[in-house]
């Protein structure tokens, strides 16, 4: 059975986002949102996909900064 692999693109600048067990595997944001009863958007379900570089880009204009906490545990 032939293994297929799936491609992650960031939503935002189109960039292949490499997933697999090797030096240059890189990170991601991925977000699913249902909208609800009150949204404009009721019932739709949206996803998109960010790479790192997009993000930052994204929550550096946040007024409220993103929440960090560090994790002291890598797996």
């Known amino acids: 059975m032939e293994k ?4 992650i693109i960031c939503n935002c600048c189109g960039k292949e986002i490499h997933t697999e067990p090797m030096a240059d595997r890189e ?6 949102k249902e909208w609800g009863y009150f949204s404009r958007k009721d019932g739709e379900i ?30």
């Open 46 to 75: 949206h996803h998109f996909i960010l790479c790192e570089s997009c993000y930052d880009r994204l929550t550096e204009h946040f007024c409220i900064p993103v929440e960090k906490k560090m994790q002291t545990e890598l797996l």
């Open 27 to 32: 990170e991601y944001l991925e977000v699913t």
């Open 4 to 7: 297929k692999e799936l491609r």
